[in-house]
Nanobody, 124 residues
């Protein structure tokens, strides 16, 4: 069983930056594809970014491309989401997730483990 713990959320003004972290348990972090998703009130959970387990290739939703950067540190068993130029529409609970089987994954159902989420609120 893998445990994921997100941190780094908060309340910021539009245009500000935040860096989310997701620390994972276990010794096999480097074998997992990792991703970030978000869920705003009344909306479905949506894909934000993903990073492959091999070569660290990255994938982004169009809505965050150019503003957000996903990265991973396999030595620290941690995945990050650097969020710049934040907008009010980025307000949501952000979740990290781990996929045991694929090199990378973009869909919610493909992920096996989820964190509890961290709230990001962007005021205008």
């Amino acid at each position: 069983q893998v445990q994921l713990v997100e941190s780094g959320g908060g309340l910021v003004q539009a245009g500000a930056s935040l860096r989310l972290s997701c620390a994972t348990s276990g010794r096999t972090f480097s074998t997992y594809a990792m991703g970030w998703f978000r869920q705003a009130p009344g909306k479905e959970r949506e894909f934000v970014a993903a990073i492959s387990r091999s070569e660290g290739r990255t994938y982004y939703a169009d809505s965050v491309k150019g503003r957000f950067t996903i990265s991973r540190d396999n030595a620290k068993n941690t995945v990050y989401l650097q969020m710049n130029s934040l907008k009010p529409e980025d307000t949501a609970v952000y979740y990290c997730a781990a996929d045991r089987y694929r090199d990378y994954a973009l869909l919610t159902y493909q992920y096996d483990y989820w964190g509890q989420g961290t709230q990001v609120t962007v005021s205008s």
